[in-house]
Structures are given as C-alpha cells and as structure tokens.
C-alpha cells in the first residue's frame, strides 16, 4: 500500500513539470506591448493580454519563418483577454494588429528556447 503511494507520489512529481503550462503576460498601452518575461519554455503556454492603456488593443503572435498567426480579441481598457496555445522553439513576434500601433511601438519580440 505506502509502495504503491510511494509510486503514484514519484509519478505526480515526474510528470508535473510537463503538464504545468508557462505563463506570459502582456501588458498593453499607449503605444507599448510590456512582456512580463523575455523567454518562456516551448510546449504549452498561456498568454494573459492586460490592457492597462485608455484605448482598446489586441494581441497577434507569430513565429519568425512560421505562418501561422495567433490571436488574442480586441480588449477594453481594463480588460483582460487569454490565450492558450503550443509554442514551438525560435522567436515569436508580439504586435497589436490595431490601426497603425504595431508602427507606434506595440510590438515585441519574445524567445522559445530550445
Ligand atoms: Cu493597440
């Protein structure tokens, strides 16, 4: 009974790390993208998009030499959108695909390791 424990208990332990998604947040204003971390490890991940500006803002996520564009709704001031997606190592670029903000400053670069 307390071996079997013992096993279930060292599984749990094992397999933690890998199911546990990361966690990026974005915050956004006037004209900047603020990322609460520069790095974050592949595989699951979910983006918290935190408008803290006066205008409404979105979120778009995209792999440099990928094609696939993720993203995050337009978000009231004070709102707060998230995502959940599988990020493959490289570099991802951040923008906010609203009006001319990406141009303004609302852009980021965030890095996968390998
Ligand atoms: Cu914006």
């Known amino acids: 009974m307390i071996r079997a424990a013992l096993v279930f ?3 749990v332990a094992v397999l933690q790390p890998h199911s546990a998604p990361g966690r990026l947040g974005v915050s956004a204003s006037e ?3 603020t990322l609460s971390r520069g790095s ?8 918290q998009l935190q408008n803290e ?3 409404v ?3 778009r996520l995209r792999r440099i030499g990928g094609t696939r564009t993720y993203s995050l709704p337009v978000t ?9 997606l599988r990020l493959l190592p490289g ?11 990406a141009q303004l400053g ?9």
């Open 9 to 11: 208990l060292t599984a």
């Open 31 to 33: 004209f900047h993208l």
């Open 40 to 47: 974050v490890k592949a595989g699951r991940v979910i983006v």
């Open 53 to 55: 500006g006066e205008d």
């Open 57 to 59: 803002h979105d979120l």
């Open 76 to 84: 009231s001031p004070g709102g707060r959108t998230t995502l959940s």
């Open 91 to 101: 570099r991802y670029r951040l923008w906010c695909s609203l009006a001319n903000h």
């Open 106 to 114: 609302m852009r980021a670069v965030l890095r996968v390791p390998r």
